[in-house]
């Protein structure tokens, strides 16, 4: 029966699309003739929750299927988004007939696609040099790095497309703007009606994960995707001042069509936080709200079937791309457009989105890079690498859609049905991860020895500053042991995690020639820190690039260590009281293997660098 239903909806996307592409209006510019039924019109959508018609301001952007430059979004009735191939294709032609566009490849991925960004400039400079120098913000947007969440490249082709042809040159006249349509390649080429069955449209979506089914948007801290490398490079050569990561949602339903958040102001953003809260929001919620859409901040819900329970506030870590943003000061916003909402208004969304934050990027550039300016600058005494959830003391009216809990024939569980109704949600709890949980003191830097290249390679990738002993150097400094590993019982995005508890140590060694130092008073020494912190929750140390560390590959044999201990009894007598304290545990008492890994663990024959962190933490 399953089979049949979905053989019976497959049928009818594909005959509706042949209708639309040569029923478009044959003369205006501006068309707004295809139905809201029609624009909502998916495969899945007998058995999404219903939704309410939409019509709005924002429609009036939309080209005629017959003028030569609208997209293929527009050409083919709103319901579809082109391949890699005629993407480009399109964006080629543009870019050659504007004088205001250029195009670069920011490297290849793993299947050998380009991944192309424009730049955008009223001087049309093709690099990264001419753009700092034209002294103006840097507006960064992406698409795509989910691909089948594509929203942002058909919004940013309009865009690009009135920029160049259209009413909106100005607004390159203050700000600059780089785009990458497609992060993703790709998976953007792993087409399916059937990929992402919680969504709207487009009628194909590309895949959530790369060719090596690795998760972009948590790559950013340990940055493994090639696609991942291209992009933090990117971002150091260019030197953004606003990026925007554009994504659809999953998870409940509401009325907001365009939601999105940023680093919270307990973060290690403040400044760009404040700027983001007080001027950018504001501007953008007003422009999406005149334009008939209905913006809303990034929040999910504590509980999918009693939304009384409150809503959660979200403060990412560095594997996030506004977690990361927030680490390396570059103030990020994350687009999360709603997925139960047609393609059509998703897309129009963004790019009133888009456009307002040029607007406004133009208006107040100068208090956007006093705000970076400060983050980077302000090196807290103490960082937190840790956060746990607490209720704020302020909660929100949530605009929400009205439901009710039936049980499942299916499954026999309580199931939520969203009715499709507006309801609002009055002063509801807000939960947040914003109580400092481990903090740390910022140390004057940190010591890497020089045989932990790929840790030093990754580090250099995120464009933290180092500098190398150029002879033998004798240190003071911190060095953490490790007790109690946990390793996850599971592979998480290509690795195996690992946490563990920590006791600092003061040690004086002498490193070798080679070994980097990583000061933290740096632009990103933040990130550094919580790259090299092993229990910050998205350091290297978690991600597994010190898990050799844990590999014990000496041992002593049961004959030999009982003559050693015998001598090491005889010949110190303060061992003698420590080895009697130790058996008053009954448990290592009774444990004969324990009792011999005691006295081979205080012997000069057991490996030193056995669970010690190859990081050392220099305090002045």
Known sequence: MHRTLLASLWISPLLFCAALCVAADDHTQRSTHTTIEQANTFINDNILPPIQPWSGASETLLLSAEHPWATP??????????????????????????????????????????????????????????????????????????????????????????????????????????????????????????????????????????????????????????????????????????YIDVHVT?????????????????????????????????????ALTEQGHIPGPLVFALDNADMAKGISLWNPSPRFSNGYGDARHLPTILIENHSLKPYKQRVLGTYIMLEETLNTVAKHSTKLKSAIYADKYRHPNQLTLTWQNEQLPKGIDFKGIDYRIETSPISGADVVRWTGEPKLYPNIPVVANTKPGIVVSRPVAYYIPPQWTTVIERLSLHGIRFTRLEKPTRIKAQQYQFNDPVFSSADYEGRQTVTATTVSNEVSLS??????????????????????????????FYWGFFNTIFTQTEYIEDYAVEPLATKMLAENPDLQAEFAQALKDPAFAKDSKARLRWFYQRSPYYDKQYLVYPVLRAMK
Do not use: C
């Open 511 to 540: 490193l070798p020639a080679g070994t980097v130092r990583i000061a933290t008073e740096q632009p990103l020494g933040d990130l550094a820190m919580l790259l090299l912190e092993p229990q910050a929750e998205d350091s290297l």
């Open 250 to 286: 999953d998870g409940i339903d509401y009325q907001y069509d365009v939601t999105f958040g940023y680093n919270v102001k307990q973060g290690y953003s403040p400044s760009s936080f404040n700027w983001l809260e007080t001027i950018y929001r504001p501007a953008i919620e007003k």
């Open 73 to 242: 979004f527009e050409q083919h009735g709103y319901l579809s988004t082109p391949n890699y191939s005629d993407t480009m294709a399109w964006l080629d032609k543009l870019v050659d007939s504007s004088d205001v566009l250029h195009k670069v490849s920011l490297g290849k991925s793993p299947q050998d696609r380009d991944i192309w960004m424009i730049v955008a400039s009223s001087e049309g400079v093709q690099g990264a040099t001419a753009l700092t120098d034209n002294g103006k913000a840097t507006v960064f947007v992406q698409a795509g790095i989910h691909s089948g969440e594509i929203d942002g490249k058909d919004a940013g082709m309009m865009l690009l497309r009135d920029i160049s042809h259209g009413n909106k040159r100005a607004l390159l006249d203050k700000v600059n703007l780089l785009f990458v349509p497609i992060l993703s390649v790709d998976a953007h080429e792993r087409s399916s009606e059937y990929n992402r069955v919680n969504q709207r449209g487009p009628i194909n979506m590309g895949w959530r994960t790369t060719a090596n089914n690795l998760n972009l948007n948590r790559d950013y801290a340990k940055a493994d995707a090639l696609e991942m490398q291209h992009l933090i490079r990117t971002i150091n050569i260019w030197q953004p001042d606003l």
